[in-house]
């Protein structure tokens, strides 16, 4: 098979490797996954983490080398870059559609973040009012914040933008 080929398989199958901190969202939809890199005998897959010290890394490392093990590929090398750092704006536009659906707000591009000098949800994923405030800097996890809807009532994390 031709390693154009292969590495197209290898992506479409690294979609089936979810963030286990938040399950409906892929590596690649959460832009982590950087690079795929075959040789005669070896994967090479790149991934950058959210956050350097990111605990859901050592589990996303097990989650690759076992899909592609499932597939029939078991020479896999896994390597995290931390330079560039990884940046809210690489996460798919249907990666943050389906972080809404799942009741977190999506992080605004880090320009507009920049450019609005705050960092603070659009709206609230579950109402869509913009009638928010601040509960805490940090939510369930060190990448999202804890807000509340001031018109549902409802908390919701917000994904900051970094």
């Known amino acids: 098979m031709h390693l154009v080929m292969i590495k197209a398989e290898i992506i479409s199958i690294l979609e ?4 286990p901190e938040i399950p409906v969202l ?15 005998k070896t994967i090479s897959i790149q991934i950058t983490p959210t956050y350097s010290g990111c605990p859901a890394m050592e589990t ?17 090398e896994i390597k995290q870059v931390l ?20 009741g977190i707000a999506a992080p605004l591009t880090t320009l507009v973040c920049m450019s609005a000098g705050e960092d603070r949800p659009a709206y ?13 800097r940090f939510g369930s996890t060190a990448c999202k914040a804890l807000y509340k809807c001031l018109d549902c009532l409802e908390p919701f994390d917000y994904f900051k933008c970094h």
């Not at 892929?26 to 005669?40: A, E, F, H, M």
Request: aromatic letters at 8%; proline letters at 3%.
């Open 16 to 19: 089936e490797v979810k963030d």
């Open 26 to 40: 892929s590596i690649s939809d959460l832009g982590i996954l950087r690079n795929v890199d075959i040789t005669d």
């Open 60 to 76: 996303i490392q097990e989650d690759i080398r076992s899909i592609l093990k499932k597939y029939g590929f078991d020479q896999v």
């Open 83 to 102: 330079s560039p750092a990884w940046t809210s704006d690489w996460m798919t536009e249907s990666g943050k559609q389906k972080l809404e659906a799942y």
């Open 124 to 136: 609230c994923p579950h109402c869509f009012s913009n009638h928010v405030t601040l509960l805490s």
